[in-house]
């Protein structure tokens, strides 16, 4: 059995310390499949706004586009959160762009403000590796999202990257700063996030958009999309989508899929 470690087993308390709306019910989990698939069974099971499933381990955790989640025990933070929002399922990219903000800012608090950014759509990453992703399902209710879980993973302890991410990943202890405290950053992403995730639900990016293009580490990057466009990056417009600016002068709009990222224009 996995047990939980003493500096998580605070994190209801840091969490209550900041107030907002996300983080209660606090599920604090040795090892799970996934946490998003305990968010998933919990929001079937009529969970509320909120609840959020921590674990220290996965078995089985997942990624974007089919990938896996690496993460050394014990060592990182995985969670998932519950957000009984309704709203268009076109509104569902913009909460994954916001929960990447949220991140972002608290993964740059805990290294002492470094220079920490977002990769479309949402790659929390530094100097060019990824410290944390974000994976956005949703459940359905006739044509309108009911609930979305959250998943996030953030590497915060581990120093010594295993294999397959050796190369394209760092962690809060790699980049520097204080030494992290994982209750603290969960509670900032969770507040963060709480801020935001209503207002962006309701009305969309509008008011956290000049936050959004400050963090978009592929502005002026050559890129190239899954769907064939290629061109420079020009920002990230109000639906959330990535402007590719094509050789031949027009812009093409990213709306799902990764992009690759080239040379400096
Ligand atoms: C990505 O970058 O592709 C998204 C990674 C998301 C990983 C987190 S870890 C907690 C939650 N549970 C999962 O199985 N995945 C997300």
């Known amino acids: 059995m996995t047990p939980v470690m003493p500096d998580l087993a605070r994190a209801a308390e840091a969490i209550a310390a900041r107030g ?22 919990g929001a079937r099971a009529g969970a509320p706004h909120g609840a959020t499933w921590v674990a220290e381990s996965q078995t089985a955790g997942r990624g974007r586009q089919g990938r ?14 519950l957000l009984r929002v309704s709203c268009e399922p076109t509104r569902v990219p913009s909460l994954a762009l ?18 920490v950014g977002i990769k479309w759509p949402n790659d929390v990453v530094f100097g060019g590796r990824k410290v944390a992703g974000i994976l956005v399902e949703s459940t359905m ?5 009911d609930g979305v879980v959250v998943g996030i993973g953030i590497n915060v302890h581990t120093r010594d990257l295993p294999d397959p991410i050796a190369g ?19 509670a900032d992403v969770l507040h963060g996030l709480g801020a ?32 064939g466009a290629s061109g420079v990056a020009e920002g990230i417009d109000l639906e959330g989508q990535l402007l590719v600016r094509r050789d031949d002068g027009t812009v093409a709009r990213i709306s799902t899929g990764e992009v690759l990222h080239a040379a400096s224009a």
């Open 20 to 41: 907002g709306d996300l983080g209660a019910p606090l599920h604090l989990l040795g090892e799970v499949t996934s946490t998003s698939d305990e968010a998933k069974r």
């Open 68 to 81: 896996v989640w690496i993460s050394p025990r014990g060592e990182n933070l995985l969670f998932s959160v």
């Open 98 to 115: 916001v929960a990447g903000l949220a991140v972002r800012d608290a993964v740059a608090r805990a290294c002492g403000g470094a220079a």
């Open 141 to 145: 209710s006739g044509s309108r999202v």
């Open 168 to 186: 394209i990943a760092t962690s809060v202890a790699l980049i520097g700063g204080p030494p992290p405290d994982r209750a603290e950053i969960l």
């Open 196 to 227: 935001d995730a209503a207002l962006v639900a309701a009305r969309g990016l509008g008011l956290v958009h000049a936050r959004l293009q400050a963090a978009d580490v592929l502005r002026g990057q050559r890129v190239s999309g899954d769907a």
